[in-house]
């Protein structure tokens, strides 16, 4: 998963045109969002097959490391340019079907012939010709049209879901995402890891040709239940444009970002650059860890063979006329190495997926609310009921649930679990210096699972919190005019006013309450300013007025309707410009920039050690076609894959070093 930052797309009606109809989902309600959300299982099982056998597979036909590097350049290059021009020309498609679903289904016919080509190449290169070349631009070919493809598909499958569902249902359907992304590597990883061609031999006699058959499969049938069962908004008119409206929108798209990298707020910014480093440690684990595996599987085997036969270098040559350079035996060991990269992967997802699951519960919350109660001198470790509201009393399952809360001792803040994260990564990539068998390898990639899940976690819900609550750029400038007051931390905090609910207020009383409230109303410059009411008798009695708030969750803002135009941020800076979540699709944009560079110049220093380490193997690979003595000592004796993981790993150091610091700042906030 590689390319994006996978954030969606949204809509903008008065510039897209005039949208008919309604969106909705067909089924029983508990099933809409898995519904919704089943593509993006689909989608990992693509990934999951060009991770573990990409690699091995571009190597079987003859590339060498170096190239075969410069090939996955194709997954960041998708990312930067597919997801937004396909969104672009997605918002202006005027088919009767929707604007998302014919480019979604369009897209995963795509997928699924380049993952047939790329499982079959040697089968349709030899239609045309019996030259190698061909089946090795087959393959390349395939690799950019399945990362192109699958970009696109997955760039829709997010605007789908945002345009299908409220505001108030885009956290759940979002975990559901995740959760389908965690499930689909999972299952991927561990049909990578089976031996297919005996399981399955009527669908082909290699593990890539049944494996691409499989994920195609699962990708078309998801993503059609997609298609039959989602109903969405139909775009009757487009706004037209000298120059095309599509082209010029995703040109400004562009120009805005640049324009807006260098205002962005302190907090985002240092985020965007620990994801910098946080993507150069983790690109090469995505996509060599089964060469990596693979290569100290040969190794071994190649020495106990050595070993056993009693032989030294000087002799290997008689190995030629023996069973280890027979085809045969040498694809067996091939696929055999596959197996065991993607094994690893498999028990690295599974480990996420636990993680993803556990750790949410060992994250301490937010303390807004704890502070709007701060000084009424409520106690805020009262139970909260289903309307996000108190009660004075518990009932059975408040008390079971309550026994079983995990204590706040040990909980700790999600800046400072993302940089153990990197502390753990980055000691699993200098690890590889010890390490030197299949095994050990294994468990060092098993438990990089930890740190994926956090990853994948982490760094988009502390930028959706900064983008909600962080002051624009200009709430520091000394030449603003602050429109609210900011003698006092909580001055953008709303006051709580707790009523006994049996208690009859004189004239007085209600006189003065009314002063309050229109003199809040006046300071907060919103005359719809109201005030929250909490009720302390442990009744549901006066907790109505606040279901809707409630609903919003635990970080809403209860002080009115927020006003695009006046930003208060949590330490009551309020500055005339215009509010940050207005431009949380530039921010995401931005950030997407940092997660994709990275993944570029990896990619030209990965082929660069592969083409200084791996000489002597790539010229006995083109001399032998991949197999042969020469290529069993090379295999024997070097693993260059590790040189490139250990520069990820200094890289994990530097994010770590910074997140940790943004921990420091963001805690003592």
Known sequence: MTGGSFTSLGTNEANAGKLTGHAYIYGPKHLHLPILTIGFLGIQLFWSVEQSYGSPYLLSLGLSKSTMAMVFVAGPLSGLIVQPLIGVLADGCTSRWGRRRPYMMGGVLICISAMLLLGWTRQVGAWFTSKQSLVVWLGVLSIYFIDFSINAVMAVDRALLVDTLP?????AANAWAAAMFSLGSVIGFFIGNLDLPSLLPFLGHAELEVFSIIVSVLLLAGHVSMALLVKEKVLLTTVPGPKGPLIRTFIQQFKTIVTNIRTLPRV?????????????????????????????????????????????????????????????????????????????????????????????????????????????????????????????????????????????????HLASLWAVSHAVFAGCMLATFF??????????????????????????????????????????????????????????????????????????????????ESSRARLMGNPDAGVSRADISGTRAGLDEDEEDGED???????????????????????????????????????????????????????????????????????????????????????????????????ALIAFVLSWRLAKELRHR
């Open 167 to 171: 505001a108030s249902q885009q956290p």
């Open 268 to 412: 985002i910014k240092q985020i965007c650059i620990i994801q910098f480093f946080t993507w150069i440690s983790w690109f090469p684990l995505l996509f060599y860890t089964t060469l990596y595996i693979g290569d100290l599987h040969k190794r071994e085997y190649y020495t106990s063979l050595l070993l056993t036969e009693s032989i030294g270098p000087s002799t290997l040559g008689l190995i030629n006329s023996t069973v280890v350079s027979r085809q045969d035996d040498t694809d067996a060991l091939e696929a055999e190495s596959t197996r065991l990269g993607s094994r690893a992967l498999f028990f690295s997802s599974i480990l996420a997926l636990s993680t993803n699951v556990l750790l949410p519960f060992f994250i301490i919350k937010t303390r807004r609310k704890s502070a709007r109660h701060l000084n009424a001198g409520y106690d805020s470790t009262r139970v909260r009921n289903e309307t996000d509201g108190y009660t004075s009393t518990r009932t059975a399952a408040g008390k079971l649930w309550a026994s079983w809360s995990i204590p706040d001792a040990i909980k700790v």
């Open 435 to 516: 390490t030197s068998s299949v095994k050990g390898a294994t468990v060092l990639i098993t438990v990089t699972g930890f740190s994926w899940a956090i990853v994948q976690w982490a760094p988009f819900a502390l930028l959706g919190e900064a983008i909600l609550t962080e002051p624009t750029s200009g709430a520091g400038d000394p030449g603003v005019i602050m429109l609210t007051d900011t003698r006092s931390f909580n001055a953008g905090v709303e006051e709580v006013v707790f009523e006994d609910p049996d208690h009859d207020s004189d004239s007085d009383a209600e006189s003065d309450r009314k002063d309050r």
């Open 553 to 651: 969750g635990e970080d809403a803002v209860l002080v009115g309707r927020r006003r695009p135009d006046l930003e208060i941020g949590e330490t009551g800076e309020g500055v005339t410009t215009e509010d940050l979540s207005a431009k949380a699709g530039i921010i995401l944009g931005i950030h997407n920039i940092f997660v994709v560079i990275p993944q570029f110049l990896v990619t030209g220093v990965s082929s660069i050690i592969f083409a200084v380490f791996d000489t002597d193997t790539r010229d006995s690979s083109s001399a032998n076609n991949g197999v042969g003595a020469a290529n069993a000592m090379n295999a024997a004796g070097s693993n260059s894959v590790v040189y490139v993981f250990r520069i990820g790993g200094i890289a």
